[in-house]
């Protein structure tokens, strides 16, 4: 790339995030507690909501590595998308009325009420280190891009996106993370439709020509029923797997939790969740079919890292300027998501260990200056961890990493929730101790026999393993 073109993209990069952060601190003025900082006085409307629970969960990975996914197999990940939906109905369904009986601020005062603050606390906790390291990667993950456009290493490129992360979540708060994201989520779906046109101009014979070819290689096979566990992407591990990571990622992950608590009432709560079903069905078959054209484009060339595939493609194929804004639009999205991140973090620090330690929990003013406080801790953390996220990257995509990160421990979130729904006599010992077996199982099986089960069956595994232990404690506990 010569020099007149990439100063253009970097210019455009800088006036659109500095744009997006001074926004975002306007957006959240008047703030003079913590239920303004981290919930946004729940007044947000259900179709904001929606686009910042589905920008949240897949804005980097899915523009960057979800390409990739198609590149190196298919379009079989698609399958996972329909359980994604199923569990969000079944959350819907579930959670959220109990959610909204409580006035709650977190997810995990749900348990507190069944198990008492010490089961609150340890699930919490359980959220903060799987939080911590399932977004640092996603932090390295939009490094990539930054650093294939400046040609800055991936440690400068990480701190520059972390400062620009950490001013925008300080000043904002929950309410101009939602709205932001809601707006970054359409800009990079333009970026997407952009990629699009570009692939049918670049690729000789256009879209048709990368159809066929896909289709004669077996790329375009949706459905796989296999019974083999240890493929990743099966009818099976999509219904079962998928329905329950989706049920365990929003049902009681803090990230989104939080987004659903800001709606105004129960069934606008609803609404938003499922609606964010069938947008994420769309958009990953969007992202993946970009895959698909790229590998076209390429051959089926071998990169390093398959996250770099489609951030090579904007940035050496795209025109000036067009390039820079797509680029600017995968860091506002990771912005929007990082922040979120940081901000769910902060109040579970808040809301979950500090309050409670210190008999402030209805101290709103003090909440908002801890929880600020808190903000900063995160972000300084999670920055540490994208860069040890470094050495570790090669030879994999982001998007997988992190979900597999995530599904070690939902299993065992989600049994403790069902168990607090569905299994009355269950005491907080019971609860600490299924999950804990439960977390534990997953870890030996990820370090044991990831060769023959594939990462989205761990929720489904982990949760049934957390319930069952968790009944069987409390049937023995009652006998005693």
């Known amino acids: 790339m010569s020099g007149a073109p990439r100063a253009l993209d970097l210019a455009v990069i800088v006036v659109y995030l500095v744009a997006v952060t001074l926004w975002g601190a306007w957006l959240g003025r008047g703030q003079t507690g913590g239920r303004d900082y981290f919930l946004g006085r729940r007044s947000l409307p259900w179709g904001a909501v929606m686009l910042s629970v ?82 640092s990667v996603r932090l390295f993950a939009t490094a990539i891009p930054l650093a294939l456009v400046t040609g800055w290493p991936y440690p400068v490129s990480i701190a520059v996106i972390g400062v620009l992360t950490v001013v925008y979540t300080y000043l904002g708060g929950i309410k101009a993370v939602i709205w932001v994201d809601a707006v970054q989520m359409g800009l990079y779906l333009v970026g997407a439709v952009a990629a699009a046109v570009a692939l049918q101009n670049l690729v000789p014979g256009g879209w048709a020509a990368v159809f066929s070819a896909a289709g004669e290689a077996g790329k375009l096979a949706l459905f796989d029923f296999s019974l083999d566990a240890s493929v990743p992407y099966t009818f099976w591990a999509g219904l079962f797997g998928g329905a329950f990571l989706s049920a365990a990622s929003h049902g009681t992950d803090q990230l989104i939790v939080q987004r659903l608590l800001t709606c105004k009432d129960l069934r606008a709560s609803q609404r938003a969740l499922v609606a964010s079903g069938v947008a994420v069905i769309v958009q990953f078959a969007l992202f993946l079919g970009l895959g698909l054209g790229l590998w076209m484009l390429y051959g089926g060339q071998t990169f390093d890292r ?123 010992r019971d609860a600490v101790v299924a999950i804990t077996a439960g977390v534990l199982a997953m870890v030996a099986l990820w370090i044991f026999g990831r060769a023959h089960v594939a990462w989205p069956w761990y929720v489904f595994i982990g949760t049934l393993l957390t319930f069952g232990i968790g009944r069987i404690s409390a049937a023995i506990g009652g006998r005693r």
Do not use: C, H
């Not at 959670?95 to 089961?119: D, I, N, V």
């Not at 990771?334 to 109040?347: C, E, G, K, Q």
């Open 54 to 135: 589905v920008a949240t969960e897949t804005s980097t990975l899915t523009f960057l590595s979800i390409p990739g996914v198609a590149y190196l197999g298919g379009l079989g990940f698609l399958q996972l998308t329909f359980g994604y939906l199923i569990g969000r109905i079944g959350v819907a369904a579930a959670l959220l009325p109990a959610y909204y009986r409580g006035e709650l601020a977190t997810a995990y005062q749900l348990l507190e009420s069944r198990f008492g603050l010490g089961a609150r606390r340890f699930t919490s906790g359980i959220f903060m280190v799987t939080r911590l390291l399932a977004d």
């Open 306 to 428: 398959a996250d770099e595939i489609f951030a090579k493609f904007i940035v050496e194929e795209l025109p000036p300027g067009l390039t820079g804004l797509l680029v600017a639009g995968i860091f506002a999205a990771a912005m929007s998501s990082l922040s979120s991140s940081i901000n769910s973090l902060a109040s579970a620090s808040a809301y979950d260990f500090w309050a409670p330690a210190r008999g402030k929990a209805a101290d709103d003013a003090a909440t908002l200056r801890v929880g600020k406080a808190f903000t900063l801790v995160w972000s300084t953390l999670l920055v540490a961890g994208a860069l040890m996220f470094i050495p570790l990257s090669r030879g994999t995509t982001a998007v997988e990493v992190a979900l597999g990160i995530a599904s070690l421990v939902y299993g065992g979130l989600l049994g403790a929730f069902a168990l607090a729904l569905f299994v009355p006599a269950a005491r907080g």
